[in-house]
């Protein structure tokens, strides 16, 4: 069975520092042999979450825009690999409304199927990575936290973390050939991580 991993580029930027990670990560997994589809959050039309519960009901979000689509993709991939810059000490927005969005999701599982909390069973596995343009050492702490739970929703666990600090402006990645190799060499791993 082929293993199927979602790329979710969360950066405004085309060329960000996190996208040329990503590219990497997705890079190595296709050298493993596994299938990758990317999700470019900028490109897509995804309003925030209104609030609404329309999923009460079915665990599916009501309102009809990108997201459909994302979900189903969430809902169908063995592996999901998540790049997000940090902006003011949490994901971008882009990124933070499709976390949100997940909150059907949230209702499905918790709600509707009635998983007991805490119970991990995780399914899936998940690789994020990020970069701040500051050194600080608590500069992933709240962002991590925030992942914890949106993985949890996925049913993926945090493989792993991929975490660079001082890096901001678009191309500054480029200067460290060693992360890029590093990320390449964890998409690799990834690959052959993720069971389908
Ligand atoms: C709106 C905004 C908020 C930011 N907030 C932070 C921050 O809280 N801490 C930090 O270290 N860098 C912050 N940065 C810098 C970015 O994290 C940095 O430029 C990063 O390299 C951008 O990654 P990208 O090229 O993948 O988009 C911020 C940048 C922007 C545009």
Not at 6 to 19: D, E, F, V
Not at 32 to 49: F, Q, T, W, Y
Not at 53 to 80: M, P, R, W
Not at 171 to 179: A, F, R, S, T
Request: some cysteine.
């Amino acid at each position: 069975m082929v293993k199927k991993i979602l790329a979710i580029y969360g950066s405004p930027r085309r060329k960000g520092n996190t996208t040329v990670l990503l590219n990497q990560a997705v890079q190595g997994v296709m050298d493993a042999g596994a299938h990758v589809e990317k999700i470019v959050l900028r490109d897509l039309k995804m309003s925030p979450c209104l609030e609404i519960y329309g999923c009460k009901e079915t665990g599916k979000c009501v309102i009809q825009d990108d997201f459909q689509e994302v979900s189903n993709q969430l809902l169908a991939c063995h592996g999901v690999m998540l790049a997000s810059p940090i902006f003011f000490y949490t994901v971008s927005a882009h990124t933070k409304i499709l976390m949100d969005r997940c909150q059907s999701l949230w209702v499905k599982k918790y709600l509707i199927d009635k998983t007991p909390y805490g119970q991990m069973n995780p399914r899936r596995k998940g690789l994020f990575i990020s970069v701040g343009a500051t050194k600080g050492k608590r500069l992933f702490e709240g962002t991590l936290l925030t992942l914890k739970y949106f993985f949890d929703i996925l049913d993926a666990e945090l493989w792993k973390a991929l975490l660079y600090r001082e890096l901001d402006f678009e191309g500054d990645v480029l200067k460290h050939p060693e992360y890029l190799q590093e990320a390449y060499e964890t998409g690799k791993e990834f690959a052959l991580a993720v069971q389908p």
